[in-house]
Nanobody, 122 residues
Framework: VQLQASGGGLVQAGDSLRLSCTAS????????MGWFRQAPGKEREFVAG??????VYADSAKGRFTISRDNAKNTVYLQVNSLKPEDTAVYYC??????????????????WGQGTQVTVSS
């Protein structure tokens, strides 16, 4: 599985962005997809994930982030509203074969995209 993330950019605080991650292969619906982010000088952290049956969010993402998937397009999205400077990070998508769970740990994901930079100016 190859993942291609896109949609990042330089935005102002309060703006919205929709990040996309498109996967190769024909079994996309069978994967749990996750979004992680890594801010400068910090460790990579879980943001949100979606399996066949559930969506899970980190506490820091609840309320402003929405994850969704379009299996027909092999794409998972991360809608981010009311962006804040502290959302500045490289955002990565990741995938694992689905067992209906949505893990928080990076090590539980097998496939990773290259990341897309989101920079929020104040």
């Amino acid at each position: 599985v190859q993942l291609q993330a896109s949609g990042g950019g330089l935005v102002q605080a309060g703006d919205s962005l929709r990040l996309s991650c498109t996967a190769s292969g024909r079994t996309f619906s069978g994967y749990t997809m996750g979004w992680f982010r890594q801010a400068p000088g910090k460790e990579r952290e879980f943001v949100a994930g979606v399996s066949r049956s559930a969506s899970v969010y980190a506490d820091s993402a609840k309320g402003r982030f929405t994850i969704s998937r379009d299996n027909a397009k092999n794409t998972v999205y991360l809608q981010v509203n009311s962006l804040k400077p502290e959302d500045t990070a490289v955002y990565y998508c990741a995938a694992r074969a689905s067992d209906y769970s949505v893990p928080y740990q990076q090590s539980d994901y097998v496939y990773w995209g290259q990341g897309t930079q989101v920079t929020v100016s104040s």
